[in-house]
């Protein structure tokens, strides 16, 4: 399984970027993609994540309501849609991927490199 993310950088606050990440050798629809981030100084928390088998999406307390995660299938891309970023967004973005959605919740699977966010 291969993550590669991108679209992170420098943005003004209110701005509405967009992350993509490349998914790669799953054997089948079983798993679970998502999305973390970790804010300085903080422990890293769940943004979002969806079901490859069921479309099921799931979200943090954090991205309700501002963040939208969805699948371009025929890319093999996750996409993570943030609206109206603030200072305190500013962190490293992480694309995951585990069996089940209860599993990366629970920090197992395979992480990409991460994604450099900051707003001001």
């Known amino acids: 399984v291969q993550l590669v993310e991108s679209g992170g950088g420098s943005v003004q606050a209110g701005m509405s970027p967009t992350l993509s990440c490349v998914a790669s050798?799953?054997?089948?629809?079983?798993?679970?993609l998502g999305w973390f981030r970790q804010l300085p100084g903080k422990e890293r928390e769940a943004v979002a994540a969806?079901?490859?088998?069921?479309?099921?999406?799931y979200y943090g307390a954090s991205a309700k309501g501002r963040f939208t995660i969805s699948r371009d299938i025929s890319n093999n891309t996750l996409i993570l849609q943030m609206n109206s970023l603030k200072p305190e967004d500013t962190g490293m973005y992480y694309c995951?991927?585990?069996?089940?959605?209860?599993?990366?919740?629970?920090?197992?699977?395979?992480w990409g490199q991460g994604t450099q966010v900051t707003v001001s």
């Open positions: 050798g799953f054997a089948d629809s079983n798993y679970c």
């Open positions: 969806m079901s490859a088998s069921n479309g099921r999406t």
């Open positions: 995951a991927a585990a069996g089940s959605c209860s599993s990366l919740k629970g920090g197992q699977g395979r």
